[in-house]
Each structure stands twice: as structure tokens, then as C-alpha cells.
């Protein structure tokens, strides 16, 4: 966050004191800011060291270090000014610049300097999994709003996290307890039957609840039944749908459900859905990790699902209204990221993905049928809920919020099996493998 010294690099550290300056009394800093937070971000560590409150002021030193190196610090301290709580932040150790306390909550609250250049609003709130800042100028100030997450201890030292002893993902997961594991909810699974078998979906109602309560009433209808594959892309994606949606007169009518929505492509980045960060950098997006047990991003106060092998969507038109569910894909190919807030999805394959990716590629451009003999056929499309349990497929999936799965992405970030002989350092959402596992 901090790149330097300078009055810019205050919207790093400012945010940082903000969250724990949420006090439930006027002009009192909160106890639980004292300690050490630590925020990681590749080879880059940021580090908050905070006193407790003493006549109602707390202090703290803040650094970052990059690769072992030493690239700014800064002297912070939350204190009552005419009044108003105020976080004054030094950087480099020069003149302190103040932001007044403008709102406030139980685990929450927000400073602002509207003259300041950047940032002018200094966020932070707290939930089970730490601190998370938020950072924003004005409209026209030319920077992006910028987030933090930062998890509670010190941030082991770069020598100590070389020394720990590496892993394997099949190590990892061999370790894993049984609360490291969840069942996914039949009442948002989808059970895709074609001839070479079954494809398992689940929903993410959290980022699209009007497409998922939709689709779940086409598939309870039998809309989905006899349509087909209609589509498919190499290195791209499987589309199914009505090859005669286009005529008015022989489509398929709809039963249950509607053909069209307001899209869902985004949602808001807010407190009641948990957010667990990768540590390395996105180039699609500010920030990028698992929520929901789905592949995500965030940026600028929204959230979104990403566009990886195995994600669900919904096709539409060019109108951003124009679907809802009577066409849907799954991505078969390399994670096709410039489709992530473009288009609403509404889940992601669990088990099968070989079912659909290795179906015969279409001939025509962009991998469409145009023939009725060479259209896959969907067989049925059911609701798992709907299943006695027997006819039920029993599996469970890592649980993306859980420490086990901290270390399957660093096991995967940093291969140190005896084929690596470099590792990367780095991994990006999409190369996040999400076990699954029959019980």
C-alpha cells in the first residue's frame, strides 16, 4: 500500500487504523485495534503495530516491506481533536495529515479529508476474518478505490516463511479434518444428464439470486429436458439451449419462469458475504480470492464471480437484460476473464467438467451446430432437492475459508515437488483447484 514517503502513500496506513478506531464511545479509541496486523500481498508484507488506549489516544508504527526490503514506514495515532476522533497519519515521518471521524458502527467506521488529494475517505471494518479497509478519492482524483485485508499477528518473517516445510496438494488434502470439508446444498444443485452421463452444477444464489430462482424453476418446469448442446467452442465454452428460440412460432414455451431478467453481474462487496483474499496481484481486477466457495473478485466497493474453467453463465444478446436462464455455458477452456462483469453467472461445475469438455467441437464459426445430427442432447436437468437421496451424487468440497485451504493455494503458488526446480511465487484464481471428493 504505502509506495514511498510522501503525502500519497497516507491512503495506505491511513485506512489501517481507521477499522480499529470504531468505537462505541465518542472520542474513545476501541481496545481491540491494540496488537500487530499483518496484510500480505505476494513478496510484499504490510505491518501495523498498535498500542492500547491510553488517556484515550492510541499510537502505532506502520511499515512495508517488499522482498526483505524496507519501502516506507509511518508514524499513526488515533486521538479526540475539537472533539471529533481524528487519525493523523505521518508518512516517512513527516507532518501528520488528519481525517475526522464521519461515520460510525459496532465494528465499523469511516474518516474523511475532503481536501486532502488522496485518499478522502478512509474506511475499516471488522469480521471474523480481520480488518478490511477501504480507500477512495474523489470522482475526478484519478485513482482507483483501493482495499485491504489484513489478518490479526505479526507477519512471519520472509526467512521463516522459506523455512517452512512445503507441501504438496495431496499432502494437504490427505491432512484436512472433516470441518474442512462441506456438502453442497441440494436445494441449489443442478443435476445435468446426457448421454455419457452426469454434470453436477452449483448455483451461487449469493451473487445472482434472480437468474439461480429462475433457472431452478425451468429446471423444476422440464424446460431444460430434450433441448441440446448447441454450441461448442474449442478452448471456449459448451452452450445448451432451444435450437428454434429464434422462431417465434416453434420454440419451446415456458411453463414456469421467465425468458428474460435484469442482469446480475456484480454485487455489492458488503460485510454479509465473507471475502478470502488470495495473496497475489490480478490483472483483471483490485483483488481476487473465494467467496461463497466460488472463485471471485472485488473492486471499488463490488464483487463479482470470475470466469474460470468450469463456470456457469447465461447467455444473452447484446441488451444486458436479454437473459435469463433459457441459454446457459459452461467455460471448457482457458479462464476467459474479459467476460467477468459482462455477464451474469450463476454458478460453476463441482463434478463432470470432462463430460462437457471433451464433447465434439462444432463446425461451424464459433463452435455452433448447425446440423440437428450433430446436437448433443440433454436428456434431463434436475434439482438435487428433488432426488430421493439414493439417486443423489454424494460428494463434498473443500471448504474455501479454512486454513487447509491457505495451504493447498500455497502448495500450488509455490510447487516444490521434485519436478519444480523453480517456483512461481504467484497463482491466480482461476489456477486454484477446488477439491472435491466422494463420501
Known amino acids: 500500500m504505502i509506495a514511498g514517503t510522501g503525502m500519497r502513500s497516507v491512503r495506505v496506513w491511513a485506512v489501517f487504523g481507521l477499522l480499529w478506531a470504531g468505537v462505541s464511545t465518542a472520542q474513545v479509541p476501541p481496545a481491540f485495534m491494540a496488537g500487530d496486523w499483518c496484510a500480505l500481498d505476494g513478496g510484499r508484507r504490510f505491518e501495523e503495530r498498535w498500542t492500547g488506549a491510553v488517556d484515550g489516544r492510541m499510537h502505532a508504527l506502520a511499515r512495508t516491506i517488499d ?26 515521518g513527516g507532518a501528520p495529515v488528519p481525517f475526522h471521524e464521519t461515520e460510525r458502527g459496532p465494528q465499523r467506521i469511516v474518516f474523511a479529508n475532503p481536501q486532502h488529494d488522496y485518499p478522502q475517505r478512509i474506511e475499516y471494518y471488522r469480521d471474523a476474518e480481520g480488518l478490511h479497509a477501504l480507500v477512495s478519492g474523489s470522482s475526478t482524483s484519478g485513482e482507483s478505490p483501493q482495499r485491504f485485508d489484513f489478518r490479526p499477528g505479526a507477519c512471519a518473517p520472509a526467512a521463516a516463511v522459506a523455512a517452512a516445510p512445503a507441501r504438496t496438494m495431496a499432502e494437504v488434502i490427505e491432512s484436512s479434518k472433516p470441518a ?34 429462475n433457472i431452478l424453476a425451468l429446471a423444476r418446469s422440464g424446460y431444460y429436458d430434450g433441448l441440446v448442446i448447441l454450441r461448442v467452442q474449442d478452448n471456449f465454452v459448451v452452450q445448451w439451449g432451444d435450437p428454434d428460440a429464434g422462431d417465434a412460432e416453434r420454440r419451446r414455451s415456458l411453463k414456469a419462469g421467465v425468458a428474460t431478467l435484469a442482469a446480475e453481474f456484480t454485487r455489492p462487496a458488503s460485510v454479509d458475504l465473507a471475502f478470502h483474499p488470495l495473496p497475489d496481484r490480478d490483472g483483471w481486477a483490485a483483488q481476487t480470492g473465494f467467496a461463497d466457495g466460488f472463485p471471485a473478485a472485488r473492486e471499488g466497493g463490488r464483487m463479482w464471480l470470475t470466469h474460470c ?6 447467455g444473452r444478446d447484446n441488451e444486458v437484460d436479454s437473459g435469463g436462464g433459457t441459454e446457459l455455458y459452461v467455460v471448457i477452456g482457458h479462464a476467459p476473464r474479459q467476460l467477468d462483469r459482462n455477464i451474469t453467472v450463476a454458478g460453476r461445475v463441482l463434478q463432470g467438467m470432462e463430460l462437457l469438455s471433451s464433447l465434439p467441437r462444432g463446425p461451424a464459426p464459433m463452435g455452433f451446430h448447425e446440423k440437428a445430427e450433430q446436437r448433443v442432447p440433454i436428456l434431463r436437468v434436475r434439482v438435487a432437492a428433488d432426488l430421493p437421496e439414493a439417486e443423489r451424487t454424494h460428494i463434498e468440497v473443500l471448504r474455501s475459508d479454512t486454513a487447509t485451504f491457505d495451504a493447498l493455494v500455497e502448495s500450488r503458488r509455490n510447487r516444490r515437488d521434485p519436478w519444480y526446480k523453480v517456483p512461481a511465487g504467484h497463482i491466480d484464481v482461476c489456477s486454484v483447484p477446488v477439491p472435491v471428493r466422494a463420501y
Open 67 to 92: 522482498d526483505g526490503r524496507l519501502i516506507g514506514f509511518e508514524f499513526l495515532r488515533i486521538e479526540p481533536i475539537d472533539g471529533v476522533l481524528t487519525y493523523l497519519a505521518q508518512p516517512g
Open 180 to 213: 474442512d470439508w462441506r456438502r453442497p446444498d441440494p436445494a441449489r444443485t443442478l443435476y445435468l444428464e446426457i448421454e455419457a452421463g452426469r454434470v453436477v452444477i452449483e448455483l451461487a444464489p449469493a451473487f445472482a439470486p434472480k437468474h439461480v430462482a
Open 309 to 314: 474453467y468450469g463456470t456457469l453463465g447465461v
